[in-house]
């Protein structure tokens, strides 16, 4: 074996022995020590806006898994350059790994909320995979020598082995302390204002068309967590501070055993492109934030509540809109049951007309009222707009550019939306012509989206279908063409289709 490939293997082998036991530590650590997971969340907080926004883009929900992903692939070409550069001189690989094991602490430490203790899994990581590199390439190596080949490889696949272990093991047990049981063991109470019911004919059941209500499972994620907070409901806290007369301290219990709202609401991501499914409706169980706000008193210039997450991420949202009558509601429950964990459990904000990034925050654990011009929440030092109003959009569902269709009638179908105005009309047109009016399904409220269809009698070729929408002030969906930063996507939505 050549020394160069015996090097680099040798180098990513310590390389995965590292990551493989600070996995392991961070079960008692915190999961957000991992030097993978830490490193990955400076890399969210840091990489450039437009190189986030391509990669929601490209990979949608399953962005993180994409950044853990390329991060492996990044560190496993650094650590074979370490090994290669080791069978040189070892004090080049020890190196290496020492800037590996201080990139991981320091990426660790500067985390929300971090410790002292979260150094730990990098720091040893690095110790132990130093000893293996070392041990893998004591001695030097005789070209030709198969015996020596057969040990190294066996140490190899040994030590690859345990780092396996290591690292699957610390992802198991990390697995069995979750919240998991502390939420199925939430009973929620039963709403003294229940959500108005679903009216007849508001779902159109087509193919292809989303449902009016969005299943937990399906309902869009996007969030900065490469880890899940896992949050004891039994010590959480919601502080309400700031600039207000009465700052008020809530636990779970407290917050359980207050008058509970139910509502529908439809929360969009400002990420969301024209025609993208970064939105979903679903039935929202919690208490009014408006009450909260006024029993903590805001004082004079408080124009700003920034919510902040169990993870160190905020938002901040008008006071004026939290206080306006809306039903912007601190969450505990979504479709009858606790809070998913991955949608914020034990509570989140939902607030109807703003996009996520100004009020969802999950995982919440402080209120806190100040002003727009003292404070800057996550976003907005990134370059999106302080203040989220969702726009006015529409959607098509059916058909899509991939279906065979047939001359003749064809259901053309979507969604449009423009939470706390509500849609008074939607409009389809074909290669440019004239617009047609299509037919709204019923909705529970304005603060939901709605469905719409429309009965083309389709002609054999290539058509564009194009889609708008009009709110109920009248505003008529722009064909303006703008990407989701800074303040959301516009334009509308096209679809080009064959018929045969």
Not at 81 to 105: P, S, T
Request: hydrophobic letters at 45%; charged letters at 20%; glycine letters at 10%.
């Amino acid at each position: 074996m050549r020394n160069g490939v015996r090097g680099a293997l040798a180098g990513v082998v310590a390389a995965a022995v590292a990551l493989g036991l600070a996995e392991f530590v961070a079960v008692f650590t915190g999961a957000r020590s991992a030097p993978l997971v830490a490193v990955g969340g400076v890399v969210v907080d840091h990489v450039p806006e437009p190189l986030k926004q391509f990669a929601i883009d490209v990979f949608g929900t399953h962005d993180k898994t994409a950044l853990l992903v390329g991060t492996v692939v990044l560190l496993a070409a650094f650590a074979a350059l370490i090994g290669w550069l080791a069978v040189r001189n070892i004090w080049f690989g020890v190196a290496g790994i020492a800037i590996f094991g201080l990139v991981g602490v320091a990426a660790a430490v500067t985390r929300p909320d971090a410790g002292a203790g979260a150094a730990v899994p990098s720091l040893l990581g690095a110790a132990v995979a130093g000893l293996v590199l070392w041990r893998l390439l004591a001695g030097p190596a005789e070209p030709g020598d198969s015996a020596d080949r057969r040990r190294f490889l066996t140490n190899v696949a040994v030590v690859a082995g345990v780092a396996a272990v290591s690292g699957l093991g610390g992802r198991w047990l990390a697995t069995r302390r979750t919240v998991t049981e502390a939420r199925r063991a939430v009973r929620l109470p039963v709403p003294a204002s229940p959500a108005p019911a679903v009216p007849s004919g508001s779902d159109l059941s087509l193919t292809q068309l989303a449902p009016y209500v969005t299943s937990n499972r399906d309902f869009y994620r996007i969030d900065t967590a490469l880890v899940l907070p896992q949050v004891d409901p039994a010590s959480w806290t919601l502080r309400i501070h700031g600039r207000v007369r009465n700052p008020v301290t809530l636990t779970f219990d407290q917050l359980l055993a207050r008058p509970m709202v139910e509502r529908y609401v439809t929360l969009a991501c400002v990420s969301n492109e024209v025609g993208g499914d970064l939105i979903g409706n679903a039935r929202w169980l919690g208490v009014p934030l408006k009450e909260l706000l006024e029993e903590a008193q805001p004082l004079e210039g408080a124009d700003q509540v920034v919510g902040r997450s169990a993870d160190g991420w905020t938002c901040g949202t008008p006071t004026a809109v939290l206080l306006d009558g809306r039903d912007a509601l601190l969450a505990v429950g979504m479709n009858g049951e606790p809070l998913p964990i991955q949608h914020g459990f034990p509570a989140r904000m939902v607030v109807p007309g703003l996009y996520g990034y100004v009020s969802a925050c999950k995982w919440i654990t402080e209120l806190e009222l100040t002003s727009f011009a003292d404070f800057d929440a996550y976003w907005v030092p990134r370059g999106w707009s302080a203040q989220g109003p969702i726009k006015t959009e529409s959607r098509i569902d059916t058909p899509r550019s991939r279906n065979n269709l047939s001359a003749g009638p064809v259901t053309v179908a979507g969604v449009a939306w423009a939470q706390h105005r509500g849609i008074r009309k939607v409009e389809v047109r074909v290669d440019g012509g004239p617009w047609q009016e299509a037919t709204l399904a019923r909705s529970v409220s304005i603060d939901t989206w709605v469905q719409w269809s429309w009965r083309w009698e389709a002609t054999s070729g290539k058509h564009r279908l194009q889609v708008r929408a009009t709110d109920a002030t009248g505003y008529v969906q722009t064909e303006e063409e703008r990407p989701p930063a800074p303040d959301g996507a516009t334009g509308w939505h096209s679809v080009d289709v064959e018929v045969g």
